[in-house]
């Protein structure tokens, strides 16, 4: 049993196992490819609250990250992972290598054992380890499974993949957010305390409900492709045969690690909690566009197809927040309900927005569905910044574009106060979801908000941008999907000082006549500069020496051709939360500079 941790901020990010001197077994969904390069492995740890141990914990940087080439994240399908490291582990009594289960191994009616540092309860009040914990589960047989999960919200058309396997179902007893990429093992039949690795901890739908098994990456049907990559990888014909894991699993402590997890978000956009329905027969019914259909539960219908691979609704080991959606249809009994067609396919080889809120603040860092290869001039990735939203004003039957805005709720928008005026307050649209504005050919299409209510500051001051700040209210919420996000807010009294921020908009990219608007919205890094050395500098332009900066302002850049311009106004500069894997939150709101330098 190891920890795999994230190096530069010391982040325990998911449990993994050794079964090669210098190769780690994990979940694929514990990795993206912000971290794919700050990694190591601790192996051996105990007790982190002390040093005082017979054998001391040995930390391993991680040389290669190889995901298998079919993940997907969504339904986290191939849910599988190795982590070469740059040299291999020294064994010893408290690291050993686990053995791994033949291509075609079944697991039918085995009593295993899960081990991991994560939750003992699901929802807020479950509370992460800081003493390795182990609890022995029965392996359910598939098809048993597959219709216990079938009575949960994932429906009666849910169709669990041939990749995982499922262990558990008494009430209290499973494995929890945190404990993703851990080991479930297995008796090796006939030998006294060996054991094989037979699962990897994926999902579950909340954690140890009364008959409700816990899902597994089903490692034997992995064999073969693990075999593959460490042949290609390393220097080894073929891993551990023989290998004994000890049934002496020492209780690990990763308290001090543990207690930055709590705020600890990996990117993965998957959960949407939802009152379940019955699981009785549904009612027929037709949609829409004249199809037969029947009645499933909401989060079952996406793009109106039935989801039959848990899509957007299981629960990776990670803490994910809920969402409710209204009924769009009204044919069905429930209004938990909607009508979705019949001939179903299950979203697997294509991306589709369901609707879900995820944690405030996650940056889409490699894009969504699509990667720019080509990016250049700092353009944003598609979807990378899923809070930033356009603010649009209908003109004589003409859309016009007026500053950037950030969504802070599914129906509350922030921008600048000097983006509004009296005239334009009744003809306002928020613009969710857009990327290029030259073309609407893209993977999924923007949403216009009609703006219901503007609340500008009490106390804004145009002529000098004082208490610049207003919050546009929508008429409904914004549906939440991977490129239509919200954004974190800072604490009240939260200090920017040193920060790596990134600003990003529409605007132009020079000042003056010759700049140009932006049809792709640009990112730019941009250092906060602390507020007595911002006014010292503003002093040096035409403002002059008897310049005093307002308080209620906040300075970022100042390297040449790096800057927020005209059109930039009421966009976010965002900063990356403390301890935190690409999670960020809006330090401030463009205002104004002086010229773009």
Known sequence: MVGILQREHNIYMCGGSLIAENVVLTAAHCLNESNLNDLSIRAGEYDTQTIFELFPHVDYVVKKVVIHEAFYRRALLNDIALLFLEKKAKMSDVIGTICLPSQDQAYDNKNCIATGWGKDKFGREGLYQSILKKIELPTVPFDDCEEKLRETRLGEDFELDTSFMCAGGDEGKDTCKGDGGSPLICPVDGQVNQYYQAGIVAWGIECGKKDVPGVYINVANYRDWIEKQIKINVCLSTVHEKSVFRLIINTTSLSQIMAKLIYFTIILSIFVAIITGATSKRKLCTTFDGMDGKCVPLANCINGTIVKNGFGMIDPRFH??????????????????????????????????????????????????????????????????????????????????????????????????????????????????????????????????????????????????????????????????????????????????????????????????????????????????????????????????????????????????????????????????????????????????????
Not at 353 to 360: D, F, K, L, S, W
Not at 423 to 434: F, H, P, V, Y
């Open 320 to 597: 994910k927040d809920v969402d409710l959606r209204e009924n769009t249809n009204g044919q069905c009994e429930d209004y938990l309900e909607e009508c979705c067609r019949l001939n179903t396919i299950s979203p697997i080889s294509t991306i589709i927005p369901n609707e879900q809120v995820t944690e405030c603040g996650i940056r889409n860092g490699d894009g969504v569905g699509v990667r720019i290869t080509g990016a250049s001039d700092g353009e944003a990735e598609y979807g990378e910044f899923p809070w930033m939203v356009a603010l649009l004003q209908i003109e004589s039957g003409q859309i016009m574009y007026l500053c950037g805005g950030s969504l802070i709720a599914q129906n509350v928008v922030l921008t600048a106060a000097h983006c509004l005026n009296e005239s334009n307050l009744n003809d306002l649209l928020i613009r969710a979801g857009e990327y290029d504005t030259q073309t609407t050919d893209e993977l999924f299409p923007h949403v216009d908000y009609k703006v219901k209510n503007v609340v500008i500051h009490e106390n804004f001051n145009r002529p000098v941008l004082l208490n610049d700040i207003a919050l546009l209210f929508l008429e409904e919420k914004a549906i939440m999907n991977d490129i239509v996000q919200t954004i974190c807010l800072p604490s009240q009294d939260q200090a920017f000082d040193s920060k790596s921020c990134i600003a990003t908009g529409w605007g132009k990219d020079k000042f003056g006549r010759e700049g140009l608007y932006q049809s792709i919205p640009k990112k730019i890094e941009l250092p906060t500069v602390p507020f007595s050395d911002c006014e010292e500098k503003l002093r040096e332009t035409r403002l002059g020496e008897d310049f005093e900066l307002d308080t209620s302002f906040i300075c970022a850049g100042g390297d040449e051709g790096k800057d927020a311009c005209k059109g930039d106004g009421g966009s976010p500069l965002v900063c990356p939360i403390n301890g935190q894997v690409n999670q960020y939150y809006q330090a401030g709101i463009v205002a104004w500079g002086k010229d773009l330098i």
